[in-house]
């Protein structure tokens, strides 16, 4: 019983990053996402007889924090008019790199996080539960409370927006060589570097 | 647009630069640890599920609660008769003659009867299945109009009717003056004249009958239930008696008189009830009004042209409804219940699962 305790803490503290990423995507908020996940943390830990065994175990972690997110999403909707501020408290990752390649990780990434702030959050939350978390369009919805054609729509939508930034689609271009399944008009200016 | 494969890189890469907080992973395991040890467990909140579930459960325990009230009101509904009538209608005169022949009491006649109670054999005192006198408290409404200036004279000829019939009145009042004189008299006489006082009032001698309305309640398992259980108190307060002639101490003589001073309490409490049914039953009650015919009585101009049409349309809607509802009986009173759990349960569904984003 000890030794399964021992092993569930240190499976959650492998997965902390992870985690904490997740919420801190959604919340865009460090402390908030730190409470969320503690509190996801101690809900997994009650619950330790039920965690699915196997691959299930890593999404059912996900999900624990994605839910925990989104109820503190729900809880707050006045401090969600607040996102501009809390985008700002991104803070860059110390890396090993070479200075260079670690400047053009923390730029892509300033940009990445601009760029979502940009989508409104309709968009953005499906976004992040999508191509981050790794959930599928109906548990999207599930977790959400909207149809699964919504989130189809919304997905749609956002990749279109995320499109229209020059650097994003630059950055795909250069590294899957066409990732954009259109070209960017002449017109399109990066919205995210006036952000 | 940018495939999802691209996108799903994209973010992978950016998330890796977000800074997680040196030895945050460390510190929030140890304090589930510590919050686990220390703290009762998270209260559940309610899934959704278990919400409609109890919503669920809840309504069908109402309407099965309303099924069983209604089914039971209806079983328990007093033994009991009534007719309404207009004077003039042969069929409410009939259904009055009927009862009054089928219903008459058993109640011990108070004295001679008039020169009129010869004409009807109706009051001859019935008996119940088993050989058990019948008790059955009669009351009758009567309207009467006369011609004008006849209504103080009218009350006083009653007066002398209830005299007649070995009867009494119990309370009279009177406005004779103004443009609508009118009054009122209740006249109490024996059950046994119901019938012929009944005949008498609306054969016309104290004026034209225009409104008759009449009830009859049953009340003899009600007066057989009393006498039954006056009968075991009085068994009880013999040996109560006897045994306080037995006590040998202070003691046991207070007890024992305490247990008689309650079951003589009882027996007078019944006493009284037994001859209030008794004095119900065995004296019908005539409550007679009396106004002038041109008077503004209340007796509606009769209806004509689009006035009746109306008026007719809107008596079939109503007896319409009546009938719908006498005919559904428990079961629109459920579905009306079944309805409004359902829109209140919709709308907390909807709260519930209302969208995050």
Request: neutral net charge.
């Amino acid at each position: 019983m000890k030794e399964a305790s021992e092993e569930l803490g240190v499976w959650l503290e492998a997965r902390y990053p992870r985690c904490f990423r997740t919420a801190w995507m959604l919340l865009r908020h460090r402390d908030d996402a730190q409470e969320v996940v503690q509190d996801a943390y101690v809900r997994v830990w009650r619950f330790r007889d039920s965690i699915p065994d196997g691959d299930g175990r890593e999404a059912w972690l996900y999900r624990v924090v994605v839910n925990a997110s989104l109820s503190r999403l729900r809880s707050e909707r006045r401090w969600r008019d607040r996102d501009g501020d809390a985008a700002l408290a991104w803070q860059t990752a110390p890396q090993a790199d070479e200075p260079e390649e670690q400047a053009t990780r923390s730029e892509l990434a300033r940009q990445v996080f601009a760029a979502l702030a940009s989508l409104p959050e309709s968009l953005r939350v499906p976004v992040v539960l999508r191509y981050y978390v790794g959930l599928t369009e109906r548990e999207i919805a599930t977790a959400i409370g909207r149809r699964p054609g919504t989130v189809k729509s919304r997905l749609y939508d956002a990749r279109a927006q995320l499109a229209k930034n020059s650097y994003l689609a630059s950055w795909v271009n250069a590294t899957t060589g066409g990732g954009l399944d259109l070209p960017l008009a002449s017109g399109d200016e990066n919205e995210v570097a006036s952000t | 647009m940018i495939t999802e494969q691209a996108l799903t890189e994209l973010l992978g890469a950016a998330a890796d630069e977000i800074h997680v907080p040196a030895g945050a992973s460390g510190r929030a395991v140890e304090r589930v640890r510590d919050d686990v040890a220390t703290v009762p467990d998270l209260p559940r909140r309610w899934s959704r599920r278990v919400v409609i579930r109890v919503a669920a459960a809840a309504a069908v325990v109402v309407v099965a609660v309303a099924g069983v009230g209604a089914v039971i009101g209806t079983s328990n509904s007093e033994r009991s008769t009534a007719t309404s009538s207009t004077a003039g209608s042969s069929s409410s005169a009939a259904a009055g003659q009927a009862m009054a022949g089928s219903a008459a009491p058993v109640a011990p006649e108070k004295g001679a009867a008039g020169g009129t109670t010869s004409s009807t054999g109706q009051g001859t005192p019935g008996t119940a299945d088993g050989g058990q006198d019948r008790r059955i408290v009669k009351n009758a409404s009567i309207s009467l109009s006369v011609s004008d200036g006849k209504v103080g004279d009218t009350l006083e000829r009653l007066r002398t009717l209830a005299a007649g019939y070995g009867g009494f009145v119990q309370a009279s009042g009177s406005n004779l003056s103004g443009s609508s004189p009118n009054g009122t008299v209740t006249l109490r006489v024996p059950v046994a004249q119901y019938a012929a006082a009944r005949e008498a009032l609306t054969a016309g001698t104290y004026g034209k009958a225009t409104s008759i309305s009449e009830s009859g309640s049953d009340v003899t398992a009600q007066y057989a239930d009393l006498g039954a259980r006056l009968t075991a108190l009085q068994t009880s307060r013999q040996t109560y008696l006897t045994m306080l002639s037995n006590a040998k101490t202070v003691g046991d003589t207070l007890a024992v008189q305490q247990k008689l001073d309650d079951v003589q309490q009882q027996i007078e409490q019944l006493q009284a009830q037994q001859k209030l049914l008794a004095d119900s039953s065995d004296e019908a009650t005539f409550k007679v009004t009396v106004s002038e015919a041109g008077a503004a009585s209340g007796q509606p101009q009769p209806r004509t042209g689009f006035s009746k049409a109306a008026h007719d349309a809107w008596d079939n809607f109503t007896g319409g409804l009546q009938w719908l509802v006498s005919i559904s009986g428990g079961l629109l009173i459920a579905l009306i219940l079944v309805a409004i759990f359902g829109l209140a349960g919709r709308i907390a569904l909807r709260r519930i699962r209302r969208p995050i984003v």
